[in-house]
């Protein structure tokens, strides 16, 4: 199969990559850019393991070819915050217990992420919609709801003392 | 000296890694030369192979080696715990290959392999092996199984029966029925449940031939028992030949406990294409079908009880349906752990259990999350509202009427439940369930109830509101029990830790225990932190690989919470013990005046006159010095056998609304009050318990295994089988009463699975509770819209 070009910003670095044209954004990022923090928990759509930012947006990446996101600007969790940088959504999981095994982590963090920058006091209703399409088979979401609300606050504390 | 972090709500340390996207699972792990295996499922549930012609799959790009099932010598899966074991039950074995040989017997049983260059390649040349099929009647029901004419599955298993097992008294329930003011009897589905933990299984497998030692990478609850297992029943390898590692586990809830043929058939591979590794992750709709199954029963409860609502007789027969083979333990699951704790919390002084194993077409059924525990809570929790419900008395009087006294501990169930065979006995260790139940009662509001249904009823709801005031047997032990006497897997069942101070003072622990998310590493560097008096910062755990920790029976049936502790507390008090010897060395003082506080060593009356633990250690690492008969370094293993389970018990109270127009539950509330002993960490206890619940909602509500009658899984991806989701759960409630376990040194019980033993019965009489003024009696879960919008309508006398 002739494969196709992928140029692209990745966590900040530009990346360019030839992949098969059927290979998904997922396959790309985990197998080719070896960004194995974003997970593959099913292949329906259904589970949200593999949220990514594309342009700032919450993007389940494994609905997206590779191709389509030539051009444009992902973050994965790898590049939302490190240990010693994190981010208050990372921050905020650990410090209420909002994970157990850690495998729906990452594209949970990332849906959460879009939720409070789109969102910044969102109502636990709020938050429960916005998660919906990300499955967590460990906490029973309630820590995740608790861990969400409190970044908010943190990041509405920080905005308000900037 | 390190504060004591025993009991505190620590925050985890596995957290920085799976926050960050630096999680280690198995589909993370890329090793030089890797080819990737994909696997040809049956299509069909019941048939015979009568060819596969694998040469257009052999020649497609990419390809390294094309497998089926007649190119591995290697033994049938094994079958570790027989029903009833050593008391002489005929169990009719026949468990899975690495690759199906003959014939299938479900949608999804492996019959070839493709081992390629990529996964996709692989995946493609699938489509080019040719299997000439001749296809067979198929069933998946268990009581149509049974009955006569039933498509047969196994010339060895003779209308389809796995085994005739029972336990507890029949002539004492026999006497109480025939003097019973009151009997009540009632069909419950306890339907099929497919676990999916997040992270789906996979192996690599990877021979060297230098060495020829076996290496695999497994999601895996047990390593050490599958290089057990593998070795010795599976591909006749020496043991010590094989090395088995579990990295980080994304959730497994029982679905990783066992021997599965793709671990056989990975390591096959990887000798067969020269010592390349060779990694194989299933998909999600894969899963599906070669992932075991849990609950699935059919069972028929009798309930003797007295006008006052005093139960004095249990009768239950259960159909359990086992699939179409028997995976690792599947046959103990709806046996000893079911059977043996049909009585739940309550003084029920004649019970009998008959359990009928069963073959059907469908994916072979072993333990999901509480496995035999949550089936029989919702039997005896049914069962208690069903005699409130006859004899119009409220069901936390029944229940309150029938809970065993705090006095009755160490309980022994008179009707020999907990007996084994041998006459060997288990008791409930500990107890005291009405203040549990009476703290649940005022959180949810319980006096109020009647208000709120009129209240609801005036918005077109239907609230329903129910209890479940379970026990739960954690540990699944010990080994006198459940292993000499075949009760158990046939092997003991004990548990290892090995504690090491190093030259540093820094402390690596190991553990034969092995997590899946439960914060293992948290949790034992408490313990060892409060025993050792070493801040938690200068500990380390490691644990799941069999080269490098001392052998363990791994981790489920909430077992390393009682029997895990067990050991890091004895190989600590080594380590005290012998740092102790050595400091007295170290002060020229007798041994009997040396006391221990936190990590200080002193001399008695002479408080400056000590020494550290770091002290002691580095000098005992360097052994300049050391006295006759003592051994360099502070290294010390331990292992725990416990004398008995422990069963932590609770009141889980769920409030339901039912919409009357469209049949739809909505679970309002949920209150949960549990006691668990002592607590390691309260902060993952509460998580624990947050997901259990979540689990057996699920179950109540939506989560349900269908197959057409030709054996399709009709609920196969998760498209179709309906996982928990955020937006339809509310938060919990959840508090707590503690009553220590005598049995644990820590007085701590276990919590992996009390979540999900104690909720599906409480929605599950919620449900039952809303749709009691219609009239209906009983529903069986899961109450789908579409369920209860049926039931409602014929209740109403409507079209339904
Ligand atoms: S992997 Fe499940 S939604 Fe993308
Ligand atoms: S933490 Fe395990 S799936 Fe969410």
Redesign the pocket.
């Known amino acids: 199969m002739a494969e196709l070009h992928v140029a692209l910003e990745v966590n900040g670095e530009h990346r360019e990559v030839d992949v098969e044209p059927r290979t998904l954004l997922?396959t790309m990022l985990r197998e080719d850019l070896e960004l194995t923090g974003t997970?593959?928990?099913?292949?329906?759509?259904?589970?949200?393991?593999?949220?990514v930012h594309v342009d700032g947006r919450a993007v389940?990446?494994?609905?997206v070819l590779a191709a389509q996101a030539d051009g444009t600007s992902v973050t994965t969790i790898e590049g939302l915050g490190q240990v010693g940088s994190l981010h208050p959504i990372q921050q905020a999981f650990w410090d209420k217990h909002g994970l157990q095994c850690g495998f729906c982590t990452p594209?949970m963090i990332m849906a959460a992420a879009d939720l409070v920058a789109r969102n910044p006091d969102p109502s636990e209703a709020e938050i429960r919609h916005a998660i919906a399409?990300n499955i967590c088979r460990c906490t029973g979401y309630h820590n995740i709801v608790a861990a969400v609300r409190e970044a908010a606050a943190v990041m509405r504390g920080a905005a308000a003392s900037a | 000296m390190a504060t004591d972090v025993l009991g505190a709500p620590v925050k985890r340390v596995e957290d920085p890694r799976f926050i960050s996207g630096k999680g280690r699972y198995l589909d993370d792990i890329k090793l030089p030369g890797m080819a990737h295996l994909a696997i040809l499922r049956s299509p069909y549930a019941h048939a015979n192979i009568r060819s596969i012609d694998t040469s257009a799959a052999k020649a497609a790009p990419g390809v390294v080696a094309v497998i089926t099932g007649a190119d591995i010598p290697y033994n049938p899966l094994p079958m570790a715990w027989p029903a009833g074991g050593a008391s002489g039950i005929q169990n009719n074995v026949n468990t899975p290959r690495a690759l199906a040989t003959d014939s299938v017997k479900w949608t999804g049983e492996g019959v070839a392999a493709v081992v390629a260059e990529t996964a996709a390649q692989a995946v493609d040349a699938l489509e080019l092996i040719q299997v000439e099929w001749e296809p067979l009647p198929a069933v998946t029901d268990a009581e149509k199984a049974l009955a006569d004419g039933a498509p047969q599955l196994h010339e060895n298993a003779p209308n389809n029966r796995v085994f005739d097992w029972q336990v507890g008294d029949r002539a004492a329930t026999d006497a109480a029925f025939a003097g019973a003011e009151v009997v009540v009897s009632q069909r419950l589905v306890n339907h099929r449940l497919i676990p999916n933990p997040m992270e789906v299984r996979g192996d690599i497998g990877w021979y060297n031939p230098g060495t020829d030692e076996y290496t695999i990478w497994m999601s895996s609850q047990t390593p050490h028992i599958q290089r057990l297992l593998l070795a010795a029943f599976v591909m006749g390898v020496p043991e010590q030949k094989i090395r088995c590692i579990s990295p980080d586990v994304g959730g497994a809830f029982g679905s990783k406990i066992y021997c599965y043929a793709d671990m056989a058939l990975s390591l096959f591979a990887s000798r067969l294409v020269g010592g390349r590794p060779v990694k194989w992750v299933e998909t999600?709709r894969e899963s599906f079908g070669s992932t075991i199954h849990g609950r699935d029963h059919i069972t028929y409860v009798d309930v003797a009880a007295t006008r006052q609502g005093e139960v004095k007789g249990l009768r239950v027969r259960t159909l359990a349906n086992l699939g179409g083979r028997l995976s690792t333990i599947g046959p103990g699951i709806p046996t000893t752990l079911y059977g043996r704790i049909l009585s739940g919390p309550y003084k029920i002084p004649a019970v009998h259990c008959e359990v009928t194993g069963v073959y059907t077409n469908t994916t072979f059924v072993d333990a999901y999350r509480g496995a035999g525990r949550p089936e029989a809570t919702y039997v005896v929790e049914r069962a208690m509202d069903l005699v409130a419900d006859e004899l119009g008395i409220d069901p936390a009087e029944v229940r309150r009427r029938n809970f065993l006294p705090p006095d009755a501990f160490p309980y022994d169930n008179p009707s020999g439940l907990l007996t084994a065979v041998n006459g060997s006995k288990l008791y409930i260790d500990s107890g005291n369930y009405e203040p549990a139940m009476d703290k649940a009662l005022a959180m949810a509001g319980y006096a109020d109830m009647a208000a709120r249904k009129a209240e609801a009823r005036a918005r077109g709801k239907l609230l329903g509101v129910g209890l479940s005031t379970y026990i739960e047997v954690c540990g699944v032990a010990p080994s006198k029990w459940i292993g000499a006497v075949g009760e158990g897997w046939g092997a003991a069942m004990w548990e290892s830790s090995n504690i090491k101070v190093h030259l540093t003072g820094k402390v690596v622990v190991t553990m034969g225990t092995q997590p899946q998310g439960q914060g293992h590493e948290t949790t034992f560097a408490q313990i060892v932190s409060h025993e050792l008096g070493v801040p938690m910062e200068d500990i380390v755990v490691q644990h799941s690989d069999t080269q490098g920790t001392p052998f363990g029976y791994g981790s489920y049936g909430s077992r390393t919470s009682n029997v895990g502790t067990g050991a890091a507390v004895k190989a600590a008090a080594k380590i005290r013990d012998k740092a102790r010897r050595y400091a007295a060395h170290m002060l020229e003082a007798n041994v009997d005046d040396i006391e221990v506080e936190g990590a200080e060593y002193r001399v008695k009356g002479s408080p400056d006159k000590k020494k550290t633990l770091q002290e002691i250690a580095f000098a005992l690492d360097l052994a300049f010095d050391t006295p006759p008969g003592m051994e360099p370094y502070l290294d010390e293993t331990a292992y725990h056998d416990t004398d008995n389970c422990t069963f932590p018990f609770g009141t889980h109270i769920a409030v339901v609304e039912v919409d009357e127009e469209t049949g739809n539950t909505e679970l309002v509330r949920y209150v949960a009050v549990d006691d668990v002993g002592k607590k390691i960490n309260p902060m993952i206890v509460d998580g624990q318990l947050h997901g259990g619940i979540a689990q057996g909602v699920g179950q109540a509500l939506w989560e349900e295994a269908v197959y057409d009658d030709d054996g399709q899984l009709l609920s196969g991806s998760?498209l179709d089988y309906a996982l928990p989701r955020a937006e339809w759960l509310p938060s919990f409630e959840l508090d707590e009463t503690v009553t220590p376990s005598p049995v644990n040194p820590l007085g701590v019980k276990g919590v992996g699975e009390a979540g999900c033993i104690a909720s599906t019965a409480a929605v599950a009489n919620a449900v039952n509770d809303a749709l009691s003024p219609l009239g209906i009696r009983h529903l069986d879960m899961p109450f789908t819209a579409q369920k209860v919008w049926s039931a409602i309508q014929s209740a109403k006398g409507g079209q339904a």
Do not use: F, N, P, Y
């Open positions: 997922v997970h593959v928990g099913c292949d329906t759509s259904q589970c949200g393991a593999c949220t389940k990446s494994c609905t594209g399409g | 999600r998760l």
